[in-house]
């Protein structure tokens, strides 16, 4: 980690570990739109990889503006995260398929949370460094990681832990796994 001595220098410290995250999330995305089984929680995932895009893209500008680059660290709670999603992804051969979808879901909200939290907190520091056009660009994406955590729990109450409560075992005619 670089020295912190400025609100400045925290900023871009934190903007390079959010870049490390989306491109971690990135990568960890397609693994999970493979293992979804509920048509909707899929695309849920889907859509998300597009919006993900967005995100990295929008934190390029975020740096180029501040006249910055990531530093490369790794960020190693969203590393956590996703060693906790790849886990997951090797019960789903044994798992009931809606019972796994629900944990999925979880997972990936998980996720969303650490984001919001960190762009959040990325965003408050543009507010006190008058840092406008950087808040702004966080502040859309901060909007489109808590709409789709919210989708994610709309989901999960209306459908997918429901489903996973129920009793059916067989799955495969409503998964289309
Ligand atoms: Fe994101
Ligand atoms: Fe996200």
Known sequence: MSKLNTLRDLLVHELSDIYSAEEQILEALPKMIKAA???????AFE?????????????DKCFSELGAKPSGETCAAMKGLITETGKLLKEKDSANPHVFDAALAGAAQRVEHYEMAAYGCARSFCDTLGEE??????QETLYEEGESNKLLSILAISELNPAAHSKRKSASATSGS
């Open 133 to 138: 056009k950087v808040g702004k660009l966080l």
């Open 37 to 43: 089984g509920a048509d909707k929680l899929r695309a």
């Open 47 to 59: 859509d998300h990889l597009e919006v993900t895009k967005k995100h990295v893209k929008r934190l």
